[in-house]
């Protein structure tokens, strides 16, 4: 005879499999979502939410296999393997989706366009944001969401207090046009390097210095190798996570839909905690004591603007004036 506690138990799990109604799979679907970060970052953490949810929504019809810090692909391969069906998801940074032929997602570059994370939703949330991920589906790759990181910091081995003091340093970036640009205004040498090689770079000094934010600064190690940092928020570095739009599609609906659900709960954990893990990455590599931290007065700040808001129009043939007017719409700014 059943016990109260145990039909309760089968009642649950009938009516869970009910409400989900997904066929019976021999074998799960496996979906490999590849990153470049640690697990610890906000993309990370995302990735491990994104995996538990989708697992539990299907009923274990879909398993969800994340691989963190380049164990499966670089950077630029990552796309590659994207396309041609070898990883399933991929959150890469909005920086690199130019060498893809979509460079309208380098506006996220610009240096000193956004103010904060409130501007940055303007533009994901809004038609600009979600045109940009329409524009992935003549390349093979459907856009889903858009999930947090945060603002950039320069840190180097030596003081980076005004543009004066980027002379001539090597400096890595990630493969955006806008960001080479930048660096070249401010007189530096921009590297295009993948993220798995900078921490190795900067100590060995192939490169003297780098921008990323501070939980992904952190998560690298990278101010152990690195003297000097300015805390300069000049610039954006967040994701697109996107997908195999022929493996999307091919889903059962009824799969895919759980997915979907699964995908917009992760995306709101991602981008709850963003903030926050990046306030605390830089608490914890100022309690290090590795690195001399430089707040940027607002004299300083003004030169550093001055300096780099000229890249704007620099880079309006590449990205589109129009497209750069239409954002500067969005964020209500006049120049
Ligand atoms: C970088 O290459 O610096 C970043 O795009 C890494 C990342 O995915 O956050």
Same mark, same amino acid.
């Given at each position: 005879?059943?016990?109260?506690?145990?039909?309760?138990?089968?009642?649950?799990? %009938?009516?869970?499999?009910?409400?989900?109604?997904?066929?019976?799979?021999?074998?799960?679907?496996?979906?490999?979502?590849?990153?470049?970060? %640690?697990?610890?970052?906000?993309?990370?953490?995302?990735?491990?939410?994104?995996?538990?949810? +989708?697992?539990?929504?299907?009923?274990?019809? &879909?398993?969800?296999?994340?691989?963190?810090?380049?164990?499966?692909?670089?950077?630029?391969?990552?796309?590659?393997?994207?396309?041609?069906?070898?990883?399933?998801?991929?959150?890469?940074?909005?920086?690199?989706?130019?060498?893809?032929?979509?460079?309208?997602?380098?506006?996220?570059?610009?240096?000193?366009?956004?103010?904060?994370?409130?501007?940055?939703?303007?533009?994901?949330?809004?038609?600009?944001?979600?045109?940009?991920?329409?524009?992935?589906?003549?390349?093979?790759?459907?856009?889903?969401?858009?999930?947090?990181?945060?603002?950039?910091?320069?840190?180097?081995?030596?003081?980076?207090?005004?543009?004066?003091?980027?002379?001539?340093?090597?400096?890595?970036?990630?493969?955006?046009?806008?960001?080479?640009?930048?660096?070249?205004?401010?007189?530096?040498?921009?590297?295009?390097?993948?993220?798995?090689?900078?921490?190795?770079?900067?100590?060995?000094?192939?490169?003297?210095?780098?921008?990323?934010?501070?939980?992904?600064?952190?998560?690298?190690?990278?101010?152990? &190798?690195?003297?000097? +940092?300015?805390?300069?928020?000049?610039?954006?570095?967040?994701?697109? &996570?996107? &997908?195999?739009? +022929?493996?999307?599609?091919?889903?059962?609906?009824?799969?895919?839909?759980?997915?979907?659900?699964?995908?917009?709960?992760?995306? +709101?954990?991602?981008?709850?905690?963003?903030?926050?893990?990046?306030?605390?990455?830089?608490?914890?590599?100022?309690?290090?004591?590795?690195?001399?931290?430089?707040?940027?007065?607002?004299?300083?700040?003004?030169?550093?603007?001055?300096?780099?808001?000229?890249?704007?129009?620099?880079?309006?043939?590449?990205?589109?004036?129009?497209?750069?007017?239409?954002?500067?719409?969005?964020?209500?700014?006049?120049?």
């Amino acid at each position: 005879m059943l016990t109260r506690r145990t039909f309760a138990r089968i009642a649950g799990a %009938a009516a869970l499999a009910l409400s989900v109604a997904l066929p019976a799979y021999a074998e799960p679907i496996v979906i490999k979502f590849s990153h470049v970060v %640690a697990p610890g970052t906000p993309k990370g953490k995302g990735a491990d939410k994104f995996k538990e949810l +989708a697992e539990a929504y299907t009923n274990g019809a &879909v398993t969800v296999e994340v691989y963190p810090n380049s164990q499966l692909y670089k950077d630029k391969e990552e796309l590659e393997a994207l396309q041609l069906g070898a990883v399933q998801i991929l959150a890469p940074s909005l920086a690199k989706f130019g060498p893809l032929g979509v460079q309208q997602f380098e506006v996220f570059d610009l240096p000193f366009l956004m103010n904060g994370y409130d501007d940055l939703r303007k533009i994901t949330d809004g038609e600009i944001g979600q045109g940009f991920l329409g524009l992935l589906d003549d390349k093979g790759i459907k856009g889903l969401a858009y999930w947090d990181n945060g603002f950039k910091i320069f840190s180097a081995n030596s003081p980076l207090k005004s543009p004066d003091d980027f002379l001539g340093l090597k400096m890595r970036i990630q493969s955006s046009k806008i960001l080479e640009a930048q660096m070249q205004a401010l007189g530096a040498v921009p590297q295009v390097m993948a993220f798995s090689e900078v921490y190795q770079a900067l100590q060995t000094g192939v490169v003297d210095g780098t921008e990323n934010p501070p939980s992904n600064m952190y998560t690298q190690k990278m101010h152990e &190798v690195q003297k000097h +940092a300015t805390l300069s928020n000049h610039g954006y570095l967040g994701y697109a &996570v996107i &997908v195999n739009k +022929a493996f999307w599609e091919g889903l059962d609906p009824a799969v895919r839909e759980q997915l979907d659900k699964a995908m917009a709960e992760a995306t +709101a954990y991602a981008n709850s905690i963003a903030k926050e893990e990046n306030d605390n990455a830089l608490a914890a590599m100022q309690a290090a004591g590795t690195t001399e931290w430089h707040e940027l007065t607002a004299e300083e700040r003004a030169v550093f603007v001055e300096t780099l808001k000229p890249v704007h129009a620099q880079m309006a043939d590449r990205i589109g004036a129009d497209l750069i007017a239409q954002v500067y719409g969005a964020l209500g700014l006049t120049n």
